[in-house]
């Protein structure tokens, strides 16, 4: 069966330090990663994608994630944080088989940034 | 419209009671799709439409829900006889295009509203 795995719950983080969200993933076919974030009272928003190509891809908000497939790993990484970047981040895969389609998501990671 | 727009944004009903939740997709969106986030977990699929057709209603926990989207745009999410163990956030999602578009997932971005929160008392 198809799962994500985000293994931090919390993350506390200074602002101007660098971050690293981890995601691991199980699924049996090529996979269609996502990174989303959410802020109180907002929708999910779409950070970034992996599809295929290049493993290192850029996102808005200065994000970018690195799919490593012998970890079956997307991790997201920011080289220096915001305050605004204090959200919950989570991690997803795309799962499309029969004549369905869904993401598959993590539980998620909270971000804490201190000023 | 701009985005995808769910109504209402908060909902507290009694335990026993119907409940229809709205989403209205991004136009020109034909795929649409139903999730629930329970409290500290990640969004979980409930349902999928491909224009007015029900694919996937895999995820329904029960007969107790149901959802529709009867001309190919706004879908209601109904859940029947709410149980306290109902409470949770309903996201509902759109996007582009569904199995028909180039790859499934080419242009398969979900666009996600801000979800309705249903408290049942």
């Known amino acids: 069966a198809q799962s994500v795995t985000q293994p931090d719950i919390h993350i506390t983080v200074s602002e101007g330090a660098s971050l690293e969200l981890r995601c691991n993933y199980s699924?049996?076919?090529?996979?269609?990663l996502f990174w989303y974030v959410q802020s109180p009272g907002q929708g999910l928003q779409l950070l970034l994608k992996?599809?295929?190509?290049?493993?290192l891809v850029q996102g808005i908000k200065g994000f970018e994630a690195e799919f490593k497939r012998s970890q079956s790993s997307f991790n997201l990484r920011k080289p220096s944080v915001h305050w605004s970047d204090a959200a919950e981040y989570f991690c997803?895969?795309?799962?499309?088989?029969?004549?369905?389609?869904?993401?598959?998501f993590g539980k998620g990671t909270k971000l804490t940034v201190n000023p | 419209g701009a985005g995808v727009s769910q109504s209402p944004r908060y909902k507290v009903t009694k335990r026993g009671q119907d409940v229809a939740l709205r989403c209205d997709p991004i136009?020109?969106?034909?795929?649409l799709y139903w999730y629930r986030q329970a409290l500290g977990q990640g969004p979980e699929f409930l349902t999928y439409?491909?224009?007015?057709?029900?694919?996937?209603k895999s995820g329904l926990p029960n007969d107790r829900f149901s959802a529709e989207r009867p001309e190919g745009s706004i879908s209601t999410l109904t859940i029947q006889r709410t149980e306290q163990r109902d409470s949770a956030m309903y996201r509902c999602?759109?996007?582009?295009?569904?199995?028909?578009?180039?790859?499934?997932?080419?242009?398969?971005?979900?666009?996600f509203g801000a979800g309705t929160r249903l408290s049942v008392l």
């Open positions: 999602a759109s996007s582009l295009a569904g199995r028909k578009g180039v790859g499934p997932w080419a242009k398969n971005i979900q666009y």
């Open positions: 699924y049996g076919a090529t996979p269609y």
């Open positions: 992996y599809f295929s190509g290049d493993t």
């Open positions: 997803a895969v795309g799962v499309a088989q029969g004549g369905s389609e869904k993401l598959v």
């Open positions: 136009s020109g969106h034909v795929s």
């Open positions: 439409f491909n224009y007015e057709a029900q694919q996937d």
